[in-house]
C-alpha cells in the first residue's frame, strides 16, 4: 500500500473512532464535552508536542501529534454536529490557504529571498484576506489565549516592523539597566504595587532584547524551566541518597550539588 492511501485509511479510521465516542452507544464522557472544553485540552497538547519537540525521541513527537490530531477532528465532530462545518471543510480552506499565501510555489510570482516570502505573506493575509492590522491596532490576529510571553513578543515585533525600536542591542541593553535601577528602588520602597509593576517593565524589555536578537522568549524559558527542573531533581536524588530531603538541608549544601549538576552537563 502506498503511505499516502495508508494515510488516508488510518484517517478515516480515526474519523469513524471520534464519531463513534460521540454516539449515542459510544462515551458518556466525550458526549458531553463542550468546545471549550476541549479547547483547554487542545492546549495542553499543543504544548506538549513542544516538549516532545525538544526531546530526542521521535515516538515521543509521534505520540503527541497523535494526541494534538485527537483533539482537532474532535473539534471538528462537534462542529458537524452543530451544522457549523466539518472536517473536509476545514482541510480544504487550510490548503485554498496555504495555495494562496504561497504564489511563488503555486502561482506566477518569484521570489529572491525568505524575507520577501514573509512579506509577501503578511501583504496577502492584510490585503487579500482582511487579516491583519485592521485598524492599524498591534493585536490584531493575535490569539487572546497566547501566552504573555509570546503575545509580548509578537507585540513588540509588529511595533519594531512600523519603526519604533532601538538602533542597536546595546540600547536594548541599555533600557534593561534602567529597568532593573527602577526595580531595585522599588524594592527599597517597599511598594508592592510599583514592585508589580516595575518587575513588569522589567520583564517586558527582557522579552524585547529576545526578539532584538533573533531568541524566542517562550522557548529560550521553556528551555531554563527544562533545566532547571532537571537540576533541582538531581539535588533531590542526591540528598535522598544521604537520607535527606530539600527542607532538611542548608543552601550551600544544596548549591554545591546544584554546581555538580552544571558540571555534569558540561557547564562551567
Known sequence: MKPTAHAEEKFRELLDLVEKLRSPDGCPWDRVQK???????????????????????????????????????????????????????????????????????????????????????????????????????????????????????????????????????????????????EFRAALEMKDPERIQDEAGDLLFTLVNLCRFVEVDAETALRASLRKFIDRFSHIERELAARGKTPKGSSPAEMDRIWEEAKKNEGIS
Not at 103 to 113: E, K, L
Not at 117 to 125: F, G, H, L, S
Not at 156 to 170: H, K
Open 35 to 181: 468546545k471549550g472544553d476541549i479547547g483547554r485540552y487542545l492546549i495542553e497538547e499543543a504544548y506538549e508536542v513542544l516538549e516532545a519537540l525538544e526531546g530526542s525521541s521521535p515516538d515521543n513527537v509521534q505520540e503527541e501529534l497523535g494526541d494534538l490530531l485527537f483533539q482537532i477532528l474532535f473539534l471538528a465532530r462537534i462542529a458537524e454536529e452543530a451544522g457549523e462545518f466539518n472536517i473536509a471543510d476545514v482541510l480544504a480552506e487550510i490548503s485554498a490557504k496555504m495555495i494562496r499565501r504561497h504564489p511563488h510555489v503555486f502561482g506566477g510570482a518569484t521570489v529572491d529571498s525568505v524575507e520577501e516570502v514573509r512579506t509577501n505573506w503578511e501583504r496577502i493575509k492584510t490585503e487579500v484576506e482582511h487579516k491583519g492590522d485592521k485598524g492599524n491596532s498591534l493585536t490584531a490576529g493575535i490569539p487572546r489565549s497566547l501566552s504573555s510571553l509570546a503575545k509580548a513578543q509578537r507585540i513588540t515585533a509588529r511595533a519594531a516592523e512600523a519603526g519604533f525600536d532601538w538602533p542597536d542591542t546595546a540600547g536594548v541593553l541599555d533600557k534593561v539597566e534602567e529597568e532593573l535601577a
